[in-house]
């Protein structure tokens, strides 16, 4: 599970900082805001992807996702992506919990056949 949300959270990172090119267009917003809370989002999306096997990591992650949907409201394209990105959260979390269960089952079966050989 965690190479596959770290890998949507790296994505983000990226998705955020061209978001807060685009934000700077808008007349009302300072640069010194747009960049705070990208800067923030994109820290939190690094951060992130070392606190993913820490109780509430994945709970971040859809925080983030959200954040991530609500930021169209200044940038329209972002509830587009917004939501792409929580699809991918969705689906990492998801298939990465099956793959990790697979693995898991691979290595007691490979433990066990060792055993089982050298007896």
């Known amino acids: 599970m965690r190479t596959l949300c770290a890998s949507t959270l790296i ?41 993913l096997t820490r109780p509430g990591g994945v709970q971040l992650g859809w925080v983030l996702q959200g954040a991530l949907i609500l930021s169209g409201f200044v940038v329209p394209m972002m509830f587009f992506l917004g939501a792409l990105f929580a699809a991918l959260w969705w689906a990492s979390v998801h298939y990465g919990r099956i793959i990790d269960e697979a693995k898991a089952r691979w290595a007691a079966q490979a433990e066990s056949q060792a055993a089982a050989d050298a007896s």
């Open 11 to 51: 994505g983000e990172f990226f998705v955020i900082g061209f978001a807060g090119l685009v934000a700077m267009k808008d007349d009302t917003l300072s640069t010194t805001t747009v960049w705070t809370v990208c800067g923030v989002a994109m820290l939190l999306s690094v951060l992130l992807c070392g606190m």
